[in-house]
């Protein structure tokens, strides 16, 4: 699994490691991973999906070529 290796891949190269949440209490979702009842507010993937398109967009404007 890559978030178990994360730390390493960080040492090679910048990284970085964000957690989104799937859960919604008031919808009884409440469970955690690995758990035979977790179930994912699917609500949280449009969220998900906004959050990764700006921090990669913004990485792009934002990025430098690299110096040997």
């Known amino acids: 699994m890559g978030a ?3 730390a390493c891949f960080a040492e090679k190269v910048p ?3 964000y957690w989104l949440g799937v ?4 919808k009884g979702i409440t469970e ?6 977790f179930d994912v507010d699917e609500a949280c993937i ?5 959050v ?3 921090l990669v967009a913004r990485y792009l404007t934002n990025a430098r070529p690299a110096t040997p």
């Open 52 to 54: 990764m398109s700006q």
């Open 32 to 37: 955690m991973l690995h758990t035979p009842r």
């Open 46 to 50: 449009q969220v998900g999906v906004n």
């Open 4 to 6: 178990e290796d994360f």
């Open 15 to 17: 990284g970085f490691y």
């Open 23 to 26: 859960g919604n209490p008031s």
